[in-house]
């Protein structure tokens, strides 16, 4: 079981940027994972998925977030990033790491306008 520990959030002003990062207990390249993403879940709504990577594949993002943010990764970090920029009040949410089925604790992300 691959143990995913996200960081990187917090209060900012609308129109501000933060880089959530998410640190994987073993290295993300030599695990073959269909996917590799970050989800979000605002208070009183359900999970969303915000981008990610399917093996071999380029990165998809919701249309919400497109233009906004980017994902990569580092794989001699073991560690996968969302660059969020141009933040809104609506992106105010919990941020997960998500690798198939591991998932981390989440992050608080908090845009205030």
């Known amino acids: 079981q691959v143990q995913l520990v996200e960081s990187g959030g917090g209060l900012v002003q609308a129109g501000g940027s933060l880089r959530l990062s998410c640190v994987a207990s073993?290295?993300?390249?030599?695990?073959?994972?269909?996917?590799m993403g970050w989800y979000r879940q605002a208070p009183g709504k359900l999970r969303e998925l915000v981008a990610g990577?399917?093996?071999?594949?380029?990165?998809n993002y919701a249309d919400s977030v497109k233009g906004r943010f980017t994902i990569f990764r580092d794989n001699a970090k073991n560690t996968l990033y969302l660059q969020m920029n141009s933040l809104q009040p609506e992106d105010t949410a919990v941020y997960y790491c998500?690798?198939?089925?591991?998932w981390g604790q989440g992050t608080q992300v908090t845009v205030s306008s």
């Open positions: 073993r290295s993300i390249f030599s695990i073959n994972f269909n996917f």
């Open positions: 998500n690798a198939d089925t591991c």
């Open positions: 990577f399917r093996r071999f594949g380029t990165a």
